[in-house]
């Protein structure tokens, strides 16, 4: 069982940013984040492997957005740069303890841990 906790979500205005950071409790073969919007499905925004440190990102935050991660703490983070309004949400960090294909690292039901969650609003 992982547990993961979530901070550093909050309002900011368009064009500014925040970094989100999630720990979990222990270790994980892929680590990622995903939003949703009230009204809307869940969507990804990005996912790293913990083994090879590889990235990847949904289309609509490519470029402005960064997952890093620090290994020693099991802990993944999520810059976020240049934010927009659409990019209000709730954001939730997900963990899979199992390897996946990388083709996979983006889809929501492949992770088995999810944290509560950390409010990100963005005013125009």
């Known amino acids: 069982q992982v547990q993961l906790v979530e901070s550093g979500g909050g309002s900011v205005q368009a064009g500014g940013s925040l970094r989100l950071s999630c720990a979990g409790s222990g270790r994980s073969a892929y680590m990622g984040w995903f939003r949703q919007a009230p009204g809307k499905e869940r969507e990804a925004v990005a996912a790293?492997?913990?083994?090879?440190?590889?990235?990847y990102y949904s289309e609509s935050v490519k470029g402005r957005f960064t997952i890093s991660q620090d290994s020693t703490k099991n802990t993944v983070y999520l810059q976020m740069n240049s934010l927009k309004p659409e990019d209000t949400a709730m954001y939730f960090c997900?963990?899979?303890?199992?390897?996946?294909?990388?083709?996979?690292?983006?889809?929501?039901?492949?992770?088995?841990?999810w944290g509560q969650g950390t409010q990100v609003t963005v005013s125009s």
């Open positions: 790293i492997s913990t083994g090879r440190g590889s990235t």
């Open positions: 997900a963990a899979r303890s199992d390897p996946m294909v990388p083709i996979l690292s983006l889809v929501p039901v492949k992770y088995n841990y």
